[in-house]
């Protein structure tokens, strides 16, 4: 754009792609980075050289400056945003803002986790810590992990609305249901609603498969600027709208813990992108519990507050559902490596572009392909979000 220009541009999703996943035991994140970043771009069709924005997190003491080195990348845009999950839905509203502001003409979004490695091989870093500072330091003393935080909402959510652990476990079934065409998932054997409740109880009232799975993976999207459109290997995808969100720190100081932020998110991204809930034909929700995924849905707006119960059980979340969700499985299934939100963009682009493969991809009524989409990362306990709406072009 010409100095002093108030114009924006429109921005586009070019290329994703996975690194190898699931169990991999002899690569670094390093390599994962790399092994998605090459993929993207060869996915795009577009030079290397064409890129000059970079976002990382997760990763060495200064990601974006470490893994744009290792990458063989000199971007004069970077972000380093780390709120949890919802990393990647930021990170990629920040970089669309960038380009369609003329900042950027070309973002890559990286990343790469050997989070299950890790925990095989007994290394320090298996395991993730919060720490015990700030306002933490009042909830860490008394063993408030990460998987209570979660599951003392739904407990409340039970409480106040009447649902049901039958309707949680709906959703972990539904979830390997999705897995099980998905050539990439880690787990694809069907499961029942007793076999999830008839598991080892990890907090209360979450049994292991109401929680996500443990995996080594990493991913990579390339947004760029509507002008190299014309260049790309496949059909784009539209950044239509995006929101972000925080909420609290500690617990004490949730409003209530039965609304996320996504309430937030959600709302701006649809206004943003001109559409309503219901125009909505697939949509990838992180998923790291079953809980997760029904109070999003609640807070996009695909059901009254309270009624995320009773529209999970009636298999609407399948593939050939009334709204599919988490069409490769989600973290419940297919993998989970730490920070997925960037996995949810991956799947929501090759949906909408109709390359999901035999079996797995949506169609809609009249045999059409999804055209719009809606991407939803969740970080922390419920304490920041990032809604994407993307559209087929």
Known sequence: ??????????????GVAL???????????YALHAQAARRALADSGLDRSLVDGFASAG????APVEVAEYLGLRPTWVDSTSVGGATWEVMAAHAADAIAAGRARAVLLVYGSTARADLKAGRRTANLSFGARGPLQYEVPYGHTLVAKYAMSARRHMH??????????EVAVQARANAATNPDAMYRTPVTVAEVLSGPVIADPFTKLHCCIRSDGGCAVLLVAEEYVRDLAARPVWVLGAGTAVSHSAMSGWDDFTVSPAAVSGRLAFERAGVRPAEIDVAEIYDAFTYMTLVTLEDLGFCAKGEGGAYVAKGRLLRDGELPVNTDGGGLAACHPGMRGLFLLVEAVRQLRGEAGEGRQVRRTGNRLPELAVASGTGGWFCSSGTLVLGRG
Do not use: F, H, N
Not at 19 to 29: F, I, K, L, N, Y
Not at 160 to 169: C, I, P, R, V
């Open 1 to 14: 754009m010409p100095p002093g220009s108030t114009s924006r541009r429109k921005v586009a999703i070019a």
């Open 160 to 169: 106040q609305y009447g649902t049901t652990l039958d309707q949680l476990a």
């Open 19 to 29: 690194s190898d996943c699931g169990r991999v035991d002899e690569a670094t994140p």
């Open 59 to 62: 990763l060495g003491t200064l």
